[in-house]
């Protein structure tokens, strides 16, 4: 099994749903990030997590909202869906924010109709 | 954190060494070298990294020059697994997060 498994691999959903994408990992770290790749971009910080009780937000994080449920899940979410959040997320774990020790999943694909 | 400049692509040989340069001017006394890349639509994947002094491991070497203001990061014997994106990202260690730029995608051909 993956260190860092996200749920759903593909997701295609309408402007305006709401929509939920989880994240688990099985690494034993205490911080967790939600990351949106655009293409040909790099990667932009959404939100951030260094334990249950610590909630920080990124660069992008307008539209998003986040939910740390235990050490091991961190879930974003989207409350209302628009077009321009069309794009590749990833969620990325590690141990005391090293920066060698980044682990991301393989990533969920969301198109907005 | 600082920031980086890479070319946005480059090709090389299969089997030959690659070698992907990175300059970051800027750079603070206790600010790291990272290295990561990113294979087609996947999750950016850890290289290498370092401080002060070249390193070395099973997947590449890292030089960096005597006033950190550049580096240079080497795949000794590049195959066509190694087209990727290639992020060099500066940053202190725990830090809040890694700042990925848009990187180089080297292209190893055949």
């Known amino acids: 099994d993956a260190d860092v498994t996200q749920t759903p691999r593909n997701r295609i959903t309408k402007t305006g749903k709401r929509i939920m994408l989880e994240c688990s990992q099985t690494?034993?770290?205490?911080?967790m990030y939600w990351y949106r790749q655009d293409p040909g971009l790099g990667l932009r910080l959404i939100y951030y997590?260094?334990?249950?009780?610590?909630?920080n937000k990124g660069e992008i994080s307008d539209g998003y909202s986040v939910s740390r449920q235990a050490q091991a899940k961190f879930s974003l979410s989207l409350e209302s869906a628009i077009p321009n959040q069309t794009a590749l997320y990833f969620c990325?774990?590690?141990?005391?924010?090293?920066?060698?020790?980044?682990?991301f999943g393989s990533g969920t694909r969301l198109t907005v109709v | 954190d600082a920031k980086t400049t890479q070319p946005p692509s480059m090709d090389c040989a299969e089997g030959r060494a690659a070698n992907l340069p990175c300059n970051h001017s800027?750079?603070?006394?206790?600010?790291?070298v990272y290295w990561y890349r990113q294979i087609h639509s996947q999750g950016p994947q850890y290289i290498i990294h370092?401080?002060?002094n070249n390193e070395t491991n099973e997947m590449a070497s890292l030089i960096i020059t005597e006033d950190r203001k550049s580096s240079t990061l080497i795949l000794p014997h590049a195959t066509l697994r190694d087209t990727a994106v290639y992020y060099c990202?500066?940053?202190?260690?725990?830090?809040?997060?890694?700042?990925f730029g848009t990187g180089t995608r080297l292209t190893v051909i055949p």
């Open positions: 990325a774990t590690s141990d005391s924010g090293q920066g060698y020790g980044y682990t």
């Open positions: 690494k034993g770290h205490d911080r």
């Open positions: 997590s260094f334990d249950v009780k610590d909630i």
């Open positions: 800027t750079i603070s006394g206790n600010e790291y």
């Open positions: 370092g401080l002060k």
């Open positions: 990202i500066v940053s202190v260690g725990g830090a809040n997060n890694l700042f």
